[in-house]
């Protein structure tokens, strides 16, 4: 309830929530709203001694039934924009893309195919 009434505030509630979860993962650096490829990825997550890193990308919907579609959309625009172009220069040599969809306390996640 706390996150607002526009499409944008309910994003960055989802948004907020899973930074404060991946703050908790020892090793892993999270970067939030960072200019990459050709434009701001949602959130990155780099583990320097395994050499991996994460981007995901969030998006919310009002209607259960688009979650799917919010998901695919999610990793087409990681896939559009390039994010995974972040990590050139860091040495990773594992590199994961998620897209997720919320919806109230539903959330739909796909890991884009590289």
């Given at each position: 309830?706390?996150?607002?009434?526009?499409?944008?505030?309910?994003?960055?509630?989802?948004?907020?929530?899973?930074?404060?979860?991946?703050?908790?993962?020892?090793?892993?650096?999270?970067?939030?709203?960072?200019?990459?490829?050709?434009?701001?990825?949602?959130?990155?997550?780099?583990?320097?001694?395994?050499r991996e890193?994460?981007?995901?990308?969030?998006?919310?919907?009002?209607?259960?039934?688009?979650?799917?579609?919010?998901?695919?959309?999610?990793?087409?625009?990681?896939?559009?924009?390039?994010?995974?172009?972040?990590?050139?220069?860091?040495?990773?040599?594992?590199?994961?893309?998620?897209?997720?969809?919320?919806?109230?306390?539903?959330?739909?996640?796909?890991?884009?195919?590289?």
């Amino acid at each position: 309830m706390d996150g607002g009434n526009t499409e944008e505030q309910k994003e960055s509630a989802y948004h907020t929530l899973l930074i404060g979860m991946a703050k908790g993962r020892k090793g892993w650096v999270v970067k939030s709203n960072r200019e990459a490829g050709k434009g701001r990825a949602d959130i990155i997550l780099i583990n320097r001694i395994k050499r991996e890193g994460i981007v995901i990308e969030v998006k919310h919907t009002n209607d259960e039934k688009k979650l799917q579609t919010k998901a695919e959309e999610a990793c087409r625009q990681i896939k559009d924009m390039n994010y995974s172009g972040y990590f050139l220069g860091f040495q990773i040599n594992k590199i994961e893309e998620y897209g997720i969809a919320f919806c109230g306390k539903t959330c739909r996640v796909l890991k884009r195919g590289m």
